[in-house]
């Protein structure tokens, strides 16, 4: 019997036939109450001796906004899934299932998996989570992460059992160049194509330098930096055993025998259970010497990130791994070349590594069988902004934006309509309604003027000004600049104060040319990826939404109505009712008129704070005429 | 060796080189701001880009290796738009007070704008404002004039291994400074002047220069301090030394110095600086050596006179001669000085052993 079919006996047993009560506590669940629901779960169990069940915690599922999230896992029955529930529901929902056998509450969200149960529709029924692709987050939201046990029952380490056992190094790396996995963090760059550039140079560092400590390094990448971002942050705190079985698997394809894991200092959690599986990964001979009881040994070390943007740079990465400040350095020598220390490394993205140990266990093939020629796989994205569902999600690559944004997001809320989508954080483009019909994917996402990135997916509705979207976003890249290159230092910072200038107002029509001829300099003579990047929301902003740069300069208009200095207020002469809500609420005193009759807004005086607006019960506030 | 072509010139370098390196040694400009051949190479400038066949984008030649078979181009429309856009860049957040600033003619933020042809500013926008640093009593820190080349910080980590100084804070209001943004006379600093050496404009100079304008000879010569032997090259005007700085071509110091090296120098031109021998009275004209300290204050025999060298020679001579045939050679002990050569010394060695017959000699380091 092999060391692991002996660990995966063991994990078997442990998770078999175990009645679960399971409460959402990713960070989003912890946001939305979830610990109080884990309180109300334990005193309806203390109250209850006839309740016999495990109480489990799990990372996120994806569905953030019906959080928190109580799932009840019976032997023999379905999962089902409660949302949005409170402390009351929870009681309610458990003595209902194990005291009076009944299953239906008004909180029922869905069954998880393949079965059916009668009046509790199925979550493929779900639009949020039909058309998803569950292969990262295969585990997210299933498995208790601080549970070794529940990983290895789920075919966790398997991978890395056929990989150690069955097969050599080179074969590790011809499957994951067969499966076409190219990398999550931003790029796209093949992760087996890299591991074999590590893996040749590697064994030409090991040649010159025999008793060196280490001849190279696996770096798992967990500094997600971007705003709004919170893919790997779901992995790491959901499933931390497949990042660090994907990092092994690395470590034996390309001869490394250390491993970090930079981990940004935001994600309590995360840090806190890769710690806990570290250490229950080397208490089962999953990691540390002579795995699996094989000739390969392996460690893993994390190191908390400085907080810093940059420092998801590979090169700025290294730095401060090396205690010095994340500041990138040109390439070559790429660190697959001269890495940590100056010995061969690769830098992989959670999500990268957490794709491995299934074209592990499953084979290049079927792995390979998602997604498009070019693009393999499936990708996840924090669907944020205006959509009426946020939350987590993972679709195959090659997806349309339309069917994310109106079958999986549920369309636009509030009746608006559709104006634009942010993909690739700060630093990617925005696309236009034209463009809804694109496939997500990297050549056709590029070819838009916009990026993958890691997966960040914001979407705006027309209430949105797309000058102030790019000011916004160039209001982080200049900040995050490290500060040591010209054209992102001070490109950044004069694109600011142009774009600035025009939402204030005060912009010229030469403004547009500046515009545009700073950006694609700052884009090709920047050293790093930051400076690079940067400009991406201003080059598409103008590409696609032209004329409403144009208008903020010329008409002196924000057709958004979102620029204060370009907006007037203006209440509507049949909608007002006189009712004087607005004229109390005015904190400058701007508004004026008697009881039941129209009331008037000074613009001399108004500050265009808004609150009138919101105030109002008639909708008779406008925005330079309109009702927005 | 490598073989390349740099604008279609061949040339051959040695293993390790970069694509500048390659260019210099083909005669070819490139302009540069952050490189010096010293330092480990660090792209910040993005002057030196360069088009090369099979590159994507516009790489820096001062960073990038040179590799058997390249084919680089240094001027192309899209390397100039380029240049220009990140020199026009820097400029607008750059006093633009040459006439009056002490780098003037030896600027070399100034040489490269003049190489590029800037001829208006488009890009205005905010300007650092900072107060300079005279923290230091032998330089001064203008952050104003800094474009974060970072060779300052390299030349202190790398060549003066102090890492007084680093880059901090982010994005404009990134800058060059000490731990905890102290001024830089409560840092680490020892004073070298390798970084205001190294610093291509002026925001760090040395305060000598503020009193002086551009020096109009320069001298090769060794520093007087230590037994190192450091190379030096004395900057004069008019017959007087107003800088001193490190010799780069100098296989000993390749440009380093101590702070005394660099800013010791004014008692070089001090009027207190004694130029010839000078001899009690008493030895030359006979008398006495007076028996206190009191009898001594008074005794116009006790004055220093000017005399020449042999006669000083003789006397020293003379009375070492006396002094060892009444008291024997083990009355006399001999100093000899960190000032003096390594030679020197073991001159002096030998003359106390063997001409003196002392083993009474030491050496004023070791004080
Ligand atoms: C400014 C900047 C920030 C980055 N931040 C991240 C990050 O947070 N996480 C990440 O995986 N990659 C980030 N990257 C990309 C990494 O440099 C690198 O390409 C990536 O980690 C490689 O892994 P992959 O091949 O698996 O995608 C960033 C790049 C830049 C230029
Ligand atoms: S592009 Fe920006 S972040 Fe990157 S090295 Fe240059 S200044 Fe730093
Ligand atoms: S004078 Fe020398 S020690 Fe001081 S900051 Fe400059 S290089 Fe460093
Ligand atoms: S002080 Fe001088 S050497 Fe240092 S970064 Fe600024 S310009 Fe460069
Ligand atoms: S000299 Fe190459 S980037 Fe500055």
């Known amino acids: 019997m092999s060391n692991y079919t002996a660990i995966r006996e063991w994990a078997d047993e442990k998770t078999a036939d175990k009645t679960r009560i399971v409460v959402g506590l990713g960070t989003c669940g912890i946001a939305a109450g979830g610990n109080k629901i884990l ?79 009668e009046g509790i529709p199925s979550w493929k029924e779900i639009p949020f989570f039909a058309p998803q692709e569950r292969r990262v987050l295969r585990n997210c939201g299933f498995i208790d992460p601080e549970k070794i046990e529940e990983y290895i029952a789920n075919d966790g380490y398997a991978g890395l059992s056929r990989a150690l056992v069955e097969m050599t190094p080179a074969e590790v790396i011809d499957e994951t160049l067969d499966a076409g996995l190219r990398g999550r963090g931003g790029a796209g760059f093949p992760a087996g194509r890299k591991w074999s550039i590590a893996a040749d140079n590697i064994h030409t560092y090991k040649e010159k330098n025999p008793n060196s400590d280490a001849f190279g390094y696996v770096i798992c990448n967990a500094d997600e930096g971007d705003p709004g971002a919170f893919m790997n942050r779901s992995v790491l705190e959901g499933d931390p055993h497949s990042v660090i079985e994907g990092m092994t698997i690395a470590g034996y394809a390309i001869g490394a025998t250390y491993g970090y894991i930079y981990c940004r200092a935001e994600y309590p959690l995360a840090i806190e259970r890769l710690k806990l599986a570290i250490d229950q990964a080397r208490e089962k001979n999953l990691l540390g010497k002579n795995i699996l009881g094989t000739e390969f040994s392996f460690e893993i070390k994390l190191k908390e990130g400085a907080g810093a943007f940059v420092c998801g740079e590979e090169t700025a990465l290294i730095a401060s791994i090396e205690g010095l400040r994340g500041m990138p350095m040109p390439r070559p020598p790429y660190p697959a070349q001269a890495g940590l220390w100056e010995v061969p490394t690769i830098i992989n993205n959670v999500e990268t590594l957490n794709n491995i140990p299934v074209i592990l266990a499953k084979g290049a093939e079927v792995w390979a069988e998602k997604g498009t020629e070019k693009s393999k796989g499936t990708k996840t994205f924090a669907l944020t902004g205006k959509v009426e569902n946020t939350g987590l999600i993972e679709v195959e690559l090659g997806m349309s934006l339309r069917e994310v944004i109106y079958d999986i997001g549920g369309g636009i809320p509030d009746g608006k309509e559709f104006k634009a989508a942010q993909t690739g954080g700060p630093s990617g483009g925005c696309l ?93 003579s920047s050293l790093c990826g930051l400076g690079q990047s940067a400009p991406n929301p201003v080059l598409t902003t103008l590409k696609y939404f032209r004329e409403e740069y144009e208008a903020h300069i010329l008409d002196g208009h924000c057709p958004a109505g979102q620029c204060k200095a370009l907006i007037t207020y203006t209440i509507d002469e049949v909608d007002c009712t006189g009712c004087t809500l607005c004229a109390i609420s005015c904190p400058v005193d701007a508004i004026s008129g008697a009881k039941k009759e129209l009331h008037i807004i000074d613009t001399d005086i108004c500050t265009r704070c808004d609150t009138c607006r919101q105030v109002c019960n008639f909708d008779a506030v406008l925005i330079d005429g309109n009702l927005l | 060796m490598i073989n390349l072509k740099i604008d279609n010139k061949k040339v051959e370098v040695p293993e390790g080189s970069t694509v500048l390196d390659a260019a210099r040694a083909a ?300 008291n024997g050679s083990d009355s006399i002990g001999i100093m000899t000085s960190a000032k003096c050569l390594n030679e020197e010394n073991y001159l002096m060695n030998k003359f106390a052993r063997q001409v003196v017959g002392t083993n009474s000699i030491d050496h004023c380091a070791r004080l």
Request: charged share 30%; hydrophobic share 30%; glycine share 8%.
């Open chain 2, 27 to 326: 005669n070819v400009y490139i302009p540069t701001l952050c490189d010096d051949p010293l330092l480990e190479p660090f792209g910040a400038c993005r002057m030196c880009i360069v088009e090369i066949k099979g590159h994507r984008g516009l790489p820096t030649s001062c960073s990038t290796p040179a590799t058997e078979e390249m084919e680089v181009t240094t001027f192309s429309p899209n390397i100039e738009v380029n240049r220009r856009t990140t020199m026009n860049l820097m400029l607008s957040d750059h006093p633009l007070d040459c006439q009056h600033c002490v780098a003037n003619m030896k600027c070399d933020l100034q040489y490269v704008a003049g190489y590029v042809g800037v001829r208006e500013q488009p890009y205005e926008g905010e300007t650092r404002s900072y107060e300079k640093d005279r923290s230091n009593p032998f330089y001064v820190r203008d952050l104003e004039k800094c474009i974060l080349c970072g060779k300052c910080v390299r030349a202190c980590d790398e060549l003066q291994g102090r890492q007084a100084i680093s880059f901090g804070y982010r994005g404009f209001e990134s800058k060059i400074t000490t731990p905890f943004d102290l001024p830089m006379w409560d840092s680490t600093c020892e004073s070298c002047g390798r970084c205001v050496d190294v610093c291509p404009t002026a925001a760090l100079y040395d305060k000598s220069a503020e009193k002086n304008g551009l020096a109009m000879e320069e001298t090769r010569t060794t520093c007087p301090y230590c037994g190192v032997g450091c190379g030096l090259i004395l900057e004069t005007r008019n017959g007087k030394i107003i800088g001193v700085r490190g010799d780069r071509e100098n296989s000993v110091n390749e440009g380093h110095t101590c702070v005394k090296g660099r800013y010791g120098w004014e008692y070089v031109q001090h009027e207190d600086r004694v130029k010839k021998p000078l001899v009690r009275r008493y030895l030359l004209e006979g008398g006495s050596k007076p028996k206190s300290k009191e009898e001594s204050d008074e005794n116009p025999l006790w004055d220093w006179v000017e005399t020449s060298w042999e006669e000083a020679l003789n006397i020293t001579a003379e009375s070492l001669h006396r002094i060892k045939e009444e």
């Open chain 1, 432 to 524: 236009p309604a034209s463009m809804l019909d694109l496939t997500i994917d990297y050549e056709a996402l590029a070819k838009a003027g916009s990026i993958m990135g890691s997966g960040g997916l914001v979407i705006m509705d027309t209430s949105t000004c797309m000058v102030d979207v790019a000011r916004y976003f160039l209001t982080f890249t200049q900040s995050e600049s490290c500060g040591k290159c010209v054209p992102c230092r001070l490109g950044t910072k004069r694109m600011l104060e142009i774009l600035t200038r025009i939402t204030e107002g005060k912009g010229k029509i030469e403004d547009i040319a500046l515009l545009e001829e700073l950006a694609p300099s700052i884009r090709d």
């Open chain 1, 39 to 117: 309180d109300a779960v334990e005193k309806t169990l203390a109250n209850n001796d006839a309740i016999k069940a495990d109480v489990v915690s799990v990372g996120c599922i994806g569905i953030c906004y019906k959080e928190p999230l109580l799932d009840i896992e019976i032997p023999g029955k379905p999962r089902l899934s409660y949302g949005s529930v409170t402390a009351r529901d929870t009681k309610e929902i458990l003595e209902n299932i194990f005291l009076n056998n009944k299953y239906e509450h008004k909180k029922a969200l869905a069954v998880i998996g393949d079965e059916t149960f």
